[in-house]
């Protein structure tokens, strides 16, 4: 048996990174709306801006997490440097 390594192409790598930022959008919306009845129920008389609210926040925080996950050079304080200019240790 060879010792190679499986290739992965660039569209499996995108399909695997869409479907982490599916299921974290799912669980981030799932949450605020959780936290908006809670909310609602035991605070603000059972109005609806609550779990509007706190629905859009969790969306908002989905979608924040999503866009550093596709384009890393948007997160605060990361550099993205061509491997040719990497210093080498000495």
Do not use: Y
């Not at 992965?8 to 919306?29: L, P």
């Not at 866009?67 to 948007?74: C, L």
Request: charged share 20%; glycine share 10%.
């Amino acid at each position: 048996m060879s010792s190679s390594t499986a290739r992965v192409g660039s569209e499996n790598v995108v399909g695997k990174q869409f479907d982490r930022c599916f299921a974290d959008t799912i669980v981030k919306v799932g949450v605020g709306f959780s936290v908006g009845v809670v909310a609602s129920v035991l605070l603000f008389k059972r109005r609806q801006w609550p779990i509007m609210l706190s629905t859009g926040f969790g969306a908002g925080f989905a979608i924040n997490d999503c866009d550093r996950q596709f384009n890393p050079a948007r997160v605060p304080g990361t550099r993205i440097v061509h491997p040719d200019k990497i210093p080498q240790p000495q």
